[in-house]
């Protein structure tokens, strides 16, 4: 079991920066990719960034050059910092991490409860 925990969320104008920290706990040892994700209201849960163990990353096109993922393996915490935030980015921000159960085959993805975000105009 891995546990996830989300912080850092806010309400913040457009233009600003917030930046939201994972801690993961539990069986770690196994976690691959950590990653963030976002969901609005009415919208499907999208993909932010994801980092993996050996630190490559990958970002959503609407957030590149924003957004920051980041990653500290020794304590198993991953952040994300997110500058020029835009109304857009409103949602709620959730943290993934990806267990590797089969290389290639079977993984489980846990999830945090999440964390709002809010950019006001």
């Known amino acids: 079991q891995v546990q996830l925990v989300e912080s850092g969320g806010g309400l913040v104008q457009a233009g600003g920066s917030l930046r939201l920290s994972c801690a993961a706990s539990?069986?770690?040892?196994?976690?691959?990719?950590m990653g963030w994700y976002r969901q609005a209201p009415g919208k499907q849960r999208e993909l932010v960034a994801t980092?993996?163990?050996?630190?490559?990353?990958n970002y959503a096109d609407s957030v590149k050059g924003r957004f920051t993922i980041s990653r500290d393996n020794a304590e198993n915490t991953a952040y994300l910092q997110m500058n020029s935030l835009k109304p857009e980015d409103t949602a709620v921000y959730y943290c993934?991490?990806?267990?590797?159960?089969?290389?290639?085959?079977?993984?489980?993805?846990?999830w945090g409860q999440g964390t709002q975000v809010t950019v006001s105009s």
């Open positions: 993934n991490a990806r267990t590797v159960i089969i290389a290639g085959a079977v993984y489980y993805d846990y």
């Open positions: 539990g069986s770690t040892r196994s976690v691959n990719t």
């Open positions: 980092i993996s163990s050996g630190g490559t990353t």
